[in-house]
């Protein structure tokens, strides 16, 4: 007689082939997956390379308008501060133009600094070789 225990150990050829295949083919399934996994990416990435070739002119003309937007903005503040007030209309008026007028230039000079560089004043229309030696 055979005891129960005996016959659960007992292999089942026919069963262990079918797992066997069944595993096989599970196995086979796997390696196409993946094969064909790397053949997507492999497209997606190629297609994103052709992707960036086409958006970099893009890419660089938006750097470029920003740059120039910026600068742009960067003048119009600037207008808008020198814009004239009520302090600058008020400093125009004929009577206290005199003082500080907003349109006056305000430079200023070194009268001593041509003693400095050894320079002379001379008329611009007589030329240079009716000066003295060492003033040219």
Same mark, same amino acid.
């Given at each position: 007689?055979?005891?129960?225990?005996?016959?659960?150990?007992?292999?089942?050829?026919?069963?262990?082939?079918?797992?066997?295949?069944?595993?096989?083919? %599970? #196995?086979?399934?796997?390696?196409? +997956?993946?094969?064909?996994?790397?053949? @997507? &990416?492999? =497209?997606v990435k190629t297609k994103q390379a052709?992707?960036?070739? %086409? #958006?970099?002119?893009?890419?660089? +003309?938006?750097?470029?308008?920003?740059? @120039? &937007?910026? =600068?742009?903005?960067?003048?119009?503040?600037?207008?808008?501060?020198?814009?004239?007030?009520?302090?600058?209309?008020?400093?125009?008026?004929?009577?206290?133009?005199?003082?500080?007028?907003?349109t006056k230039i305000k430079q200023y000079t070194i009268n001593d600094?041509?003693?400095?560089?050894?320079?002379?004043?001379?008329?611009?229309?007589?030329?240079?070789?009716?000066?003295?030696?060492?003033?040219?």
């Amino acid at each position: 007689m055979i005891s129960k225990s005996n016959t659960a150990n007992r292999p089942n050829p026919p069963l262990a082939k079918r797992y066997k295949q069944e595993i096989i083919k %599970l #196995e086979e399934d796997v390696v196409d +997956a993946k094969n064909k996994a790397d053949g @997507l &990416l492999w =497209d997606v990435k190629t297609k994103q390379a052709k992707k960036d070739n %086409l #958006e970099l002119p893009l890419t660089k +003309a938006i750097g470029e308008m920003k740059k @120039l &937007l910026d =600068d742009f903005d960067r003048q119009v503040t600037l207008a808008l501060k020198k814009q004239w007030g009520a302090g600058d209309w008020f400093r125009s008026l004929p009577v206290i133009d005199g003082f500080a007028a907003p349109t006056k230039i305000k430079q200023y000079t070194i009268n001593d600094i041509h003693h400095r560089l050894q320079l002379q004043r001379r008329d611009p229309f007589r030329p240079l070789h009716h000066l003295p030696p060492g003033h040219r």
